[in-house]
């Protein structure tokens, strides 16, 4: 009973004297904006300005031309191209487990590894109007049969998570 007590005591006082939570206690969000930024060569918001795809010996790319608006970490280029596995060549589409699909227009947050995203789709969330970051991974299994997740983050939040992270 004793030790408890002295625990919640321990606790209460480092919350007065202003010291944060560790590490472990952020949530899994939060933690996968860190790991995702410390990885990451370059952490930027921007719009999808153009989509081309792209054969090499090794298999179909879409490569999105995205003009940068908000740049988190990394070089200042403000435009950048985007390799992502996978694509559309004529009536075959291409994808990857876990791809996703960059489309003109879009706006998105993207971390990244030279022209690549960091962890592949997991280095990509769509922009929303109402200031929501929005994954979606799409989950592909040996039957052909699609399956779409969907996360939403606040935006707000996920930049100041990348702005301590870059401190």
Aim: with cysteine; glycine share 8%; proline share 4%.
């Amino acid at each position: 009973m004793f030790r408890i007590l002295s625990i919640l005591l321990a606790l209460n006082f480092a919350a007065v004297c202003g010291f944060s939570a560790p590490a472990w206690a952020a949530s899994p969000e939060k933690q996968e904006i860190l790991r995702l930024t410390r990885l990451s060569d370059r952490v930027a918001v921007g719009e999808v300005i153009h989509v081309r795809i792209e054969v090499t010996p090794v298999g179909v790319y879409t490569v999105a031309t995205l003009l940068l608006n908000e740049i988190f970490k990394g070089d200042r280029t403000p435009v950048i191209e985007v390799r992502l596995p996978g694509g559309k060549l004529g009536d075959r589409t291409f994808r990857s487990p876990g791809g996703l699909r960059l489309e003109e227009k879009q706006r998105v947050l993207v971390f990244l590894s030279g022209d690549r995203l960091t962890g592949s789709a997991e280095g990509a969330f769509y922009l929303d109007a109402d200031g929501r970051a929005v994954r979606n991974h799409i989950a592909l299994y040996n039957q052909g049969h699609e399956e779409l997740n969907r996360y939403e983050w606040k935006l707000g939040d996920i930049r100041k998570w990348i702005a301590k992270a870059t401190r």
